[in-house]
T-cell receptor, first 110, second 112 residues
Framework: RKEVEQDPGPFNVPEGATVAFNCTYS??????FFWYRQDCRKEPKLLMS???SGNEDGRFTAQLNRASQYISLLIRDSKLSDSATYLC???????????FGTGTRLKVLA | DGGITQSPKYLFRKEGQNVTLSCEQN?????MYWYRQDPGQGLRLIYY???????QKGDIAEGYSVSREKKESFPLTVTSAQKNPTAFYLC???????????FGAGTRLSVL
């Protein structure tokens, strides 16, 4: 089993749709969670950290479910510019190592 | 502007050649990382450094070497021992005590 697993997609959604991605992780000791966005042939950029209580940033909502060991990302009112690959990243407390998922590809269609 | 600068953007390596990828940051971050990204795979850690003059191997260090003589700089050498070097190489840094990593724009390495 991979340490961090994501559905590779692609998720093809129309503009204005709501879309959600999940990411599961295997290490129950993981403490820090992130969603990064990566455009084609570019570097990953931090979209948001994921907090235990869940957090929202505009159209984006991230949630953490420790019991089931997954994090989620919800995008509301999808824009064409949201088309990208979304990377799930997990880190254990006091460790140097970040574990990256392979990413979920989103295509928002006009 | 503060940030992480990687150069060159594209690099071509001949058989048996060593090549060096540059990574410079002016964020005053203590920790620096090198990752490799292949199509359809997640980022894999090559080396990381938490302080000057100290670095540790990551998951795929074979065929690579690094140095950390200055806080701002963490160059990666891809040696001739790395038989499959074609990939997208990403440098990242992180401030001490914080968990968020920031990435440079990457270097695409190809073999001639």
């Amino acid at each position: 089993r991979k340490e961090v697993e994501q559905d590779p997609g692609p998720f093809n959604v129309p503009e204005g749709a709501t879309v959600a991605f999940n990411c599961t992780y295997s290490n129950s000791a993981s403490q820090s969670f992130f969603w990064y966005r990566q455009d084609c042939r570019k570097e990953p950029k931090l979209l948001m950290s994921v907090y235990s209580s869940g957090n929202e940033d505009g159209r984006f909502t991230a949630q953490l479910n420790r019991a089931s060991q997954y994090i989620s990302l919800l995008i509301r009112d999808s824009k064409l510019s949201d088309s990208a690959t979304y990377l799930c990243v997990v880190k254990g407390e006091g460790t140097y190592k970040y574990i990256f998922g392979t990413g979920t590809r989103l295509k928002v269609l006009a | 502007d503060g940030g992480i600068t990687q150069s060159p953007k594209y690099l071509f390596r001949k058989e048996g050649q060593n090549v060096t990828l540059s990574c410079e940051q002016n964020l005053n971050h203590d920790a620096m990382y090198w990752y490799r990204q292949d199509p359809g795979q997640g980022l894999r850690l090559i080396y990381y450094s938490q302080i000057v003059n100290d670095f540790q191997k990551g998951d795929i260090a074979e065929g690579y070497s690094v140095s950390r003589e200055k806080k701002e700089s963490f160059p990666l050498t891809v040696t001739s021992a790395q038989k499959n070097p074609t990939a997208f190489y990403l440098c990242a840094s992180r401030a001490k005590g914080l968990n968020i990593q920031y990435f440079g724009a990457g270097t695409r390495l190809s073999v001639l």
